[in-house]
Antibody
Framework: QVQLQESGPGLVKPSETLSLTCTVS????????WSWIRQPPGKGLEWIGY???????NYNPSLKSRVTISADTSKNQFSLKLSSVTAADTAVYYC??????????????WGQGTLVTVSS | QSVLTQPPSVSGAPGQRVTISCTGS?????????VHWYQHLPGTAPKLLIF???NRPSGVPDRFSGSKSGTSASLAITGLQAEDEADYYC???????????FGGGTKLTVL
């Protein structure tokens, strides 16, 4: 059973960079796509971006200028960096595996999420 | 405002049947993209419930079923159980936004 666990600071100051890591257990990140999704308080889910284990990435156009997703196959982890954060970036951040083998890809395994608050 | 529209809440008594709708547009569901459904209990990892409109992953009870027609999709839950009380989200892809899109979520209350 694949399991994902998010980790990183729960509080980030405005204008700084949010950094989160997702550790995958029960399976290898190799051969798959991995994604970040977030949910601001009281709002819906928003896809942030994905990375293929080899490094190819694709980001939500609305966040593209601020997002970097990277992967480390040796640690079986992938990471998110979101720069120049504001209060609007306060959200629960989820990592998930993205299955790209169908017409419409979907997320088959998720982490439990981590709350990141942007505040001074 | 979510791209896919879901009712904020639905409710039903144990044993009853409920349905949750997911309405999109011609740039997502109506464009032929599949709809997937997730069950989420707060504080836990969201769980894939239905993929490809109507397929259940291994381990998901057949009380859960999905369908799609036109620009909408539906999740049906029969034989409601207390453990079904959770938030449910639909998901598809939007070709205009070049973005994976979600519904706003529906809170299911088992009375």
């Amino acid at each position: 059973q694949v399991q994902l666990q998010e980790s990183g600071p729960g509080l980030v100051k405005p204008s700084e960079t949010l950094s989160l890591t997702c550790t995958v257990s029960g399976g290898s990140i190799s051969g798959y796509y991995w994604s970040w999704i977030r949910q601001p308080p009281g709002k819906g889910l928003e896809w942030i971006g994905y990375i293929y284990y080899s490094g190819n990435t694709n980001y939500n156009p609305s966040l593209k200028s601020r997002v970097t997703i990277s992967a480390d196959t040796s640690k079986n982890q992938f990471s998110l960096k979101l720069s120049s954060v504001t209060a609007a970036d306060t959200a629960v951040y989820y990592c998930a595996r993205l299955l790209m083998t169908t017409v419409t890809p979907y997320f088959d395994y998720w982490g439990q999420g981590t709350l990141v608050t942007v505040s001074s | 405002q979510s791209v896919l529209t879901q009712p904020p809440s639905v409710s039903g008594a144990p044993g009853q049947r409920v349905t949750i709708s997911c309405t999109g547009s011609s740039s997502n569901i109506g464009a032929g993209y599949d709809v997937h459904w997730y069950q989420h209990l707060p504080g836990t990892a969201p769980k894939l419930l239905i993929f490809g409109n109507s397929n259940r992953p291994s381990g998901v009870p057949d009380r859960f079923s999905g369908s799609k027609s036109g620009t909408s999709a539906s999740l049906a839950i029969t034989g409601l159980q207390a453990e079904d009380e959770a938030d449910y989200y639909c998901q598809s892809y939007d070709r205009s936004l070049s973005d994976w899109v979600f519904g706003g979520g529906t809170k299911l209350t088992v009375l």
